[in-house]
Every structure is written in C-alpha cells, then in structure tokens.
C-alpha cells in the first residue's frame, strides 16, 4: 500500500492503473484495501493532498 500511497502523492496516474500496478486485479479490491490501511478512499486522499 506504501507504493500505491507514493504513487497517489507525486503522480496524476489514475487510480486504476495505480491499481494494477499495486498488483490488484480489480478497482474495486483496491478501494477496499486502500480503504481499509488508510480509512479514506483514494479519492478522498488525493483531495486531501491537494
């Protein structure tokens, strides 16, 4: 999750290919895990780093 946080932090890649380069499958299991490390979405993230 490090990665994709970095990655959320000094990229504008999307949340999807950030996803897939994390190596999860799906959008959907990364916003559950994201969620789950950090208690925000990624989205809510990368507005909070704005």
Known sequence: MRK???L??????SSTDISFR???ETLSSFYKA????TGIS???F???IE
């Open 4 to 6: 994709a946080i970095d």
């Open 34 to 37: 994201f969620k789950k490390e």
């Open 42 to 44: 990624p989205k809510d």
């Open 22 to 24: 994390t190596g999860y």
């Open 46 to 48: 990368c507005k909070m």
């Open 8 to 13: 959320l932090e000094s990229t504008r890649i």
